[in-house]
């Protein structure tokens, strides 16, 4: 079935310590994005991505770095500079090639649980 | 700039009665609106959304939502609440008239549904 993949569901990480979250997804969707979720604030947009190879940052980027190599994938690496990383993070995706553009709903994965020790 | 409040953390409704889901928002241009439903510990899944046309929009598992644009609201109901239903509800909106730009999301609200 068509979707969005995160891996993995939880992680547990040590102070100081890079880590790394999954997306893929088999939308054939061009543009991804990472979304941080804590109690109460809602969704803060990470990093977003249009396009192979190119991404933009979005309103809480400090701390985090993607990628994007592959039109299927855009990982994120939670770098040891986040100060709070603790968090539930999410990955979306959505077709902004479609006659809807970016009218077009965001497709969600089931999302990654960061917990730093 | 473009925004959203969901000026309610909590609604509470009795099983079979209404529900009403409030939302307002700020935008330049014509908003995009969606409404999405998140259960503890998942994803994020579409309810329904307004681009243009009728100001009554009906989506998934019998909500609705109705666009009011002197008021810039986009209110999401639903006229028989289940217990099934209790969830976190997003609202978020888009700038239509921006070309491309990402989703702002409200920081939602709980409804609770009681048996």
């Known amino acids: 079935d068509g979707g969005i993949t995160q891996s993995p569901k939880y992680l547990f990480r040590k102070e100081g310590q890079n880590v790394t979250l999954s997306c893929e997804q088999n939308?054939?969707?061009?543009?991804m994005y990472w979304y941080r979720q804590d109690p109460g604030q809602g969704l803060r947009l990470i990093y977003y991505?249009?396009?192979?190879?190119?991404?933009q940052k979005g309103d809480i980027a400090e701390g985090y770095s993607v990628s994007r190599e592959k039109k299927e994938s855009f990982p994120l690496t939670v770098t040891s500079a986040q100060k709070n990383p603790t968090a539930f993070y999410l990955c979306a995706s959505t077709n902004t090639r479609t006659s809807g553009g970016v009218s077009g709903e965001l497709f969600f994965g089931e999302g990654s649980r960061l917990t730093v020790l | 700039a473009q925004s959203v409040a969901q000026p309610e953390d909590q609604v509470n409704v009795a099983e079979g009665n209404p529900l009403t889901v409030k939302c307002t928002y700020s935008?330049?241009?014509?908003?995009?609106l969606f409404w999405y439903v998140q259960y503890p510990n998942r994803g994020l899944q579409f309810l329904l959304k307004y681009i243009t046309g009728d100001n009554l929009v009906k989506g998934s598992y019998g909500f609705e939502a109705e666009f009011n644009k002197s008021q810039t609201s986009f209110h999401l109901k639903k006229p028989s609440a289940l217990v099934s239903d209790s969830a976190l509800y997003f609202c978020?909106?888009?700038?239509?008239?921006?070309?491309?730009?990402?989703?702002?999301f409200g920081k939602g609200t709980m409804l609770l549904v009681s048996p």
């Open positions: 935008v330049s241009g014509n908003p995009y």
């Open positions: 991505s249009q396009i192979v190879n190119d991404f």
């Open positions: 978020a909106v888009r700038d239509a008239r921006s070309g491309y730009s990402t989703l702002t």
């Open positions: 939308l054939n969707h061009d543009a």
